[in-house]
């Protein structure tokens, strides 16, 4: 009996081995799903910070110069994001015509006018090395595109005809809304409010300010849509009740409110300014702007304005006169919307649309 009992014991003097090996073995396991799973995640997330950046700059490059756009988005990943190691896996800049990417993560659509970036990195495992796994990628996909406006709430009730102004380079044009003979632009009926009601001559003032300066925000209207003209409104609505109120005792100049870029395009510096506003771009069938009231006009686009006599220094006037004599100035440019801006609606870029451009991440 003894003799037995003596064999059993030498017979388990090796299982305690064998447990600790096998205990090591899965807290190494835990510890690269802990250690190397949260590294992998890290560089995940900066790999996908790389392609989002990479694929917004080289999207403002387009619709002109995709060669440009290609160029932006290889620096953007590798040169000026060098810390996170990036190597681009691919890109793909379209034109006109839709396309699509792979870079490994399956083939996903790309829209006209848009940038695919895919990159990745390669990192080294702390404890996933003992367990085999060497190296592992850390992959991101971004993909951008220029759309355009094709509707935006919040716009002055004023309006211009499209052949009446430039913005290339941004020249100030004057509305004049009792000079018949002018044929440049005029006042607007605007639909505006919570339920969208046209509010008047006298509720002209409200949709001046807009819902950001005291006002009410006048609605959406889409390309091709109808709006009205307006007359009859009375000076002080448009003058002390509508842009002193919104206003005030703000004298921001042009620069102030708008930049160039090196390259000579326009960008809003200042999104906040009640010096920056939007107006629809609209005229009859014979492309002119009736100077009547209830006039039919219809929607072309939209374009940014600064408001304000950019020849009259430090306080920038919106307006001169009154009455009849009334002059109402604005400067249009052609400058991306802001992202800030309220009730935008986007589409598909056009060059026959002359609405702002708008850089987005669409997946």
């Known amino acids: 009996m003894r003799r037995r009992l003596e064999l059993l ?4 003097r090796g299982q305690a081995l064998v447990l600790c090996v096998l205990l090591l073995a899965a807290l ?29 700059a080289a999207v403002k490059d387009l619709p002109a110069n995709p060669s440009g756009a290609d160029s932006a988005a290889r620096e953007y990943a ?24 792979d870079g490994g993560l399956g083939v996903a659509a790309v829209p006209a006018h848009g940038v695919c970036v895919v990159v990745h990195t390669n990192a080294t495992g702390a404890f996933s090395r003992l367990l085999g ?13 220029i759309s355009q406006v094709t509707a935006v709430g919040a716009w002055l009730p004023f309006g211009v005809r499209q052949g009446a102004y430039s913005s290339d380079p941004p020249t100030q044009l004057s ?21 969208c009601k046209f509010y008047g001559g006298d509720g002209i003032s409200d949709v001046i300010r807009s819902a950001s300066f005291g006002g009410v925000d006048a609605c959406a209207i889409a390309l091709g849509q109808h709006i009205e003209t307006q007359t009859g409104i009375a000076t002080g609505n448009i003058t002390n009740k509508g842009f002193d109120a919104r206003i005030g005792d703000n ?14 395009s326009y960008y809003v510096k200042d999104p906040s300014s009640p010096r920056l506003g939007v107006i629809p771009i609209a005229q009859d069938a014979n492309g002119n702007w009736p100077l009547t009231g209830g ?29 009849s004599r009334l ?11 802001p992202d800030s801006w309220r009730g935008a609606i986007l589409g598909d870029y056009s060059d026959s649309n002359p609405s702002p451009i708008v850089y987005q991440l669409v997946a």
Not at 259 to 264: M, R
Not at 327 to 337: E, F, G, K
């Open 9 to 12: 014991r030498r017979g388990e």
């Open 28 to 56: 190494l396991g835990i510890a690269s799903v802990v250690v190397d799973g949260g590294n992998a995640l890290l560089q995940r997330r900066n790999q996908q910070g790389v392609a989002d950046a990479s694929a917004l």
């Open 78 to 101: 590798t040169t000026r994001n060098e810390a996170d190691g990036s190597i681009v896996e691919e890109i793909v800049v379209t034109g006109s015509s839709a396309g699509s990417c």
């Open 133 to 145: 796994i060497d190296v592992f990628q850390a992959r991101a996909r971004a993909i951008s595109r």
């Open 175 to 195: 509305i004049t809304p009792a000079d018949q003979s002018h044929n440049v632009g005029g006042a607007i009926n605007p639909p505006a409010g919570d339920v």
């Open 251 to 264: 004298t921001q100049s042009f620069s102030d409110v708008f930049g160039q870029a090196s390259d000579g």
């Open 295 to 323: 006039a039919d006009m219809t929607m072309v686009g939209y374009t940014l304005v600064y408001i304000g006599d950019t020849g009259s220094p430090p306080k920038y006037p919106a307006y001169s006169g009154s009455g």
């Open 327 to 337: 002059t109402i100035y604005l400067t249009p440019v052609d400058a991306p919307l």
